[in-house]
T-cell receptor, first 113, second 120 residues
Framework: AQSVTQLDSHVSVSEGTPVLLRCNYS??????LFWYVQHPNKGLQLLLK??????LVKGINGFEAEFKKSETSFHLTKPSAHMSDAAEYFC???????????FGKGTKLSVKP | DVKVTQSSRYLVKRTGEKVFLECVQD?????MFWYRQDPGLGLRLIYF???????EKGDIPEGYSVSREKKERFSLILESASTNQTSMYLC???????????????????FGPGTRLLVL
């Protein structure tokens, strides 16, 4: 069965410092992996997705994620945080019941001035 | 750009009322989904549909039903609202070749803005 674990429920960084949001997955086959972002009172927006092409995936707004099969990880990074990055981030793996997406519980990112 | 719209951003209903949440997508997507989002629990799939008049139960279908009479519209129905159905409801859609599993590998889902439902 597929599952996803976001290791931090809340991450706080200062503006201009790097961002690391951690995600581990479990899958019985080669999965597709996604990161979505949700700004306050908004729907979810796709940041990036991995579908077995390059292991380093670049997304929107300067975010990227690296698929590491040996570590079953798909951590999200950004070199320099911006105030507008404050939001909730969801790591997602494909392959739930009937092939649907399985969402992590989310990591809330706070950015201090 | 894909656009997914939901009929209401905020809704207040009383226990026992019948509640309809509407979702419309404008990109001719075959698959549509209803999730609920609760703090600390992430998103949980209620129902999905991969074709008109087709529906499949997700992980938490109890207390809900759905209707898909037209390809672009997917409705979530709370037959008799209860306080434990107070939540944020998110609709999503994805493009899929007819007959493939909904939300299969690599399928990006596009989300609406959500409906925050309060049941008193």
């Amino acid at each position: 069965a597929q599952s996803v674990t976001q290791l931090d429920s809340h991450v706080s960084v200062s503006e201009g410092t790097p961002v690391l949001l951690r995600c581990n997955y479990s899958s019985s086959y080669s999965p597709s992996l996604f990161w979505y972002v949700q700004h306050p009172n908004k729907g979810l927006q796709l940041l990036l997705k991995y579908t077995s092409a390059a292991t380093l995936v670049k997304g929107i707004n300067g975010f990227e994620a690296e698929f590491k099969k040996s570590e079953t990880s798909f951590h999200l990074t950004k070199p320099s945080a911006h105030m507008s990055d404050a939001a909730e981030y969801f790591c997602v793996v494909s392959g739930g019941s009937q092939g649907n997406l399985i969402f992590g519980k989310g990591t809330k990112l706070s950015v201090k001035p | 750009d894909v656009k997914v719209t939901q009929s209401s951003r905020y809704l207040v209903k009383r226990t026992g009322e019948k509640v309809f949440l509407e979702c419309v997508q404008d990109m001719d997507h075959e698959n549509m989904f209803w999730y609920r989002q609760d703090p600390g629990l992430g998103l949980r799939l209620i129902y999905f549909s991969y074709d008109v008049k087709m529906k499949e139960k997700g992980d938490i279908p109890e207390g809900y039903s759905v209707s898909r009479e037209k390809k672009e519209r997917f409705s979530l129905i709370l037959e008799s609202a209860s306080t434990n159905q107070t939540s944020m409801y998110l609709c999503a859609s994805s493009l899929s070749v007819r007959g493939r599993l909904a939300g299969g590998p690599g399928e990006t889902q596009y989300f609406g803005p959500g409906t925050r439902l309060l049941v008193l």
